[in-house]
């Protein structure tokens, strides 16, 4: 059995390559990526736009199984056209992958933002209502994942919604909430409630792994997050517990520090991670449910703080990272 993994090259991909290795030494991985990345020699690097159709010279089995990272996903950060090009046409052409190389196993990472921005909790029932270009297109790779899994009764699809990802090398909002505590540049938005569904990447690819191998044919969705989700406010005096730093306790009023973004950003703060989107962000909740997740066999290997403390450990216990 061999794994492929397209966006192998990312984040997500480099840790489930080392988990992948760590559990099944001699196993051969695939990675496919625009990015040149063979971890350290623990996987094959094949270079590959999902955007085009797929053409492999290896040698697949039926056996062997996908795992579709592949996406544009900072948001902010790309035109709108840019998330339907990479994420709808590589939905398409890696099923249209699995379909010509009868492959029968894909776990395909989609994320909550198919859910749309509110404050109501949120399980893998709710309707999805998706505001944004990457909702949206993520929403429809969904479908077209699903629609190659109903095409024959053999075939196993698991789609994971993960919350916020965060861990070594993820330099995304953890790592800026990190940084901007650290440097005394964070304050509550109006709020400290704001609920902010998260997971560690170590455990994300472990539930990843564990159910895509244990899974039978069928398919299954998981929201992938901590059960019950924490608070910015929980987040942020965890990060610096961990970290010996002074948690903040400034709350500044919403409007105000949106107009102060606002106008920061058009001077340049973007460049320092200063965004009147990202800090609209803060101000919503991403309340996700992952009762599911947590009633299946799996284990969690971390708790908040141990996962922070396992970051920061990853770091030489210097910094988050």
């Not at 270009?133 to 919604?161: C, D, F």
Request: glycine share 6%; net charge positive.
């Amino acid at each position: 059995m061999k794994y492929l993994i397209f966006g192998g090259s990312g984040f997500i991909g480099i840790h489930l390559t080392q988990l992948i290795k760590k559990i099944d030494p001699e196993s051969k991985i695939y990675n496919l990526d625009v990015v040149e990345n063979n971890h350290d020699g623990q996987s094959i690097y094949i270079y590959c736009d999902v955007r085009e159709k797929i053409n492999l010279e290896i040698p697949i089995s039926e056996e062997d199984i996908i795992f579709n990272l592949a996406a544009i996903h900072k948001t902010p950060g790309h035109p709108n056209y840019a998330y339907f090009e990479t994420n709808i046409n590589g939905a398409e052409n890696i099923c249209e992958f699995a379909r010509n190389y009868k492959i029968n196993k894909i776990l395909f990472t989609s994320s909550i933002a198919p859910y749309g921005a509110s404050e109501e909790l949120k399980t893998e029932n709710t309707l999805p209502m998706p505001n944004t270009p990457y909702g949206i297109s993520k929403l429809v790779a969904e479908k077209i994942h699903m629609i190659w899994q109903i095409e024959n009764i053999n075939r196993t699809l698991v789609i994971v919604r993960p919350g916020v990802v965060f861990g070594k090398g993820e330099n995304g909002n953890f790592t800026r909430l990190y940084w901007s505590i650290r440097k005394h540049r964070f304050f509550y938005p109006g709020r400290k409630d704001t609920i902010k569904a998260a997971i560690y990447v170590k455990d994300l690819v472990n539930f990843m792994l564990f159910q895509v191998k244990s899974q039978t044919s069928g398919y299954r969705l998981f929201n992938c997050t901590y059960e019950p989700a924490y608070t910015i406010e929980q987040i942020v005096e965890c990060m610096a517990k961990v970290t010996g730093l002074k948690p903040p306790y400034l709350k500044i009023n919403a409007k105000l520090m949106l107009i102060a973004s606002k106008i920061i950003g058009f001077l340049g703060g973007k460049k320092l991670g200063i965004h009147p989107e990202r800090v609209k962000k803060l101000m919503i909740s991403t309340n996700i449910c992952g009762y599911k997740m947590v009633k299946t066999n799996y284990q969690f290997r971390y708790t908040l703080e141990d996962a922070i403390k396992d970051w920061h450990k990853d770091n030489d216990n210097k910094y988050l990272l």
